[in-house]
């Protein structure tokens, strides 16, 4: 029914920098079709005989269902220029909202269309006219259900509704899309976003739309949304180098202290628990790095490696907490669920290994961001001295730059939690014996 997925490269949204520098050095006649290529991957998809109109992807929570993913059959013509004059596109993104909070029951296009007030009615007639003659198919893939707005016209010229099972094949292929192929899905905080942002269709269009066009020879809408390892690729001034520029960026990285020492002390029989053990840990600390819109990076065997951005200077997109402040907040509650974790597993060991828990190092500073190989990476200052001070830090703690402890008191509420914290003596590698250096410490308590 369609390509293989193995075929298709990845979108502009997370191409590496040596594919822009080949698309870069591409004769003028080739580069229309590769950079149409790069904005669409799934340009190349060819269904059944159903005319796919738009596909729509949710993320169901408890009492939720929140669009992340739509993809329409303009979309591979999609440019900033023209993103304003898309109204069929936008319409669609509209409709993709309002169905969302009406997709317990599978409902079809005609039962939507009742549930809309007079009011949507009348503020988007191009929609109902759009929709006419059109069915919504559902279908579920775990904690993610998708909604294809599709017709099936036969030679008659009658409109026909094709079986479940080719629409159910066209979903799963934008499942595979959505969870595999783009390291987008993989690394991005998506729920933290949207949920921030709820039904703001100004804010999905920039999320959704304008990495499609993603293009670093061109000048981005000042409104533009851009991934952090998006805004690291430019064009190099009077001439057509594409190049890595470093962004300013939190790093947070965790580690779990004496875990070696807890494997040697399990018994003969037990020594299978280990694995699970460090799979939670690993596991809980990702959700709380997303769950306060950081970005993951890679595991470390038993740690993780996170990274934190303000997502926008504009006002309307702006976060109540700052990257830093929510690094801060993720690092606090990853030491809580491991101390938790730990002390369940205490149970099965020989000897308890009291200082069995997390530390954490935070620092801002630059860095580049890469997407390639379906991973997001960080490289530079920021990471590397989050590292070095995560390795300093006694278990059960969070330990800071200096800079980063300056940065966390100026927060809101910041001055009362910079109270808790205490100078600490800074080693460092390649740092010289006696140099005095120090960053904050903070020992999370039952009374933090």
Sequence with gaps: MVNSISSLIDGAESCSLDVWRDYCKSKTTEKLSKIQLLRDP????????????????????ENECSMVYFWDRHQQAAHWSRINSMQETKSLLEFGLMISSLHARNPTLNSILGFLSDEIKMDHPDLLE????????????????FACVYVDSRSDGKVEHTSSIALLECLSFHHDYFKIRSPVWNAV???????????????????LLHPKCFDPTMSALDSAFLWPWQRCISKKRDCDNIIYNPINTTSLVFDLRKSTIALEQLKWDEIGEYSPFINEIVRSAKEIVFKHGGFFDKETGDGIVGHFIEF???????LEKPAGRRAFDAAVEIVRTTSKICEDFQSGL?????ELGASVGIHTGDAVWISEKNQVRAIGESVILAARLCNEAPARSVFVSNTQFGELAATQGGAEISSLFEKSPYSGKEVKHGAGLYGFKLTVSDNF
């Design 130 to 145: 759009l929709l006419e003659g059109l069915n919504v198919y559902w279908a579920n893939f775990g904690n993610m259900k």
């Design 350 to 354: 020989k000897l308890g290994v009291g």
């Design 42 to 61: 799934l340009k190349n998809c060819s269904f059944r005989t159903e005319q796919v109109l738009a596909v729509f992807g949710f993320f169901l929570g």
């Design 312 to 318: 926008s200077s504009d006002d309307d997109f702006r």
């Design 189 to 207: 905080p998506m729920r933290f976003l949207f949920s921030e942002f709820g039904k703001n269709t100004q804010f999905f269009e920039r999320v």
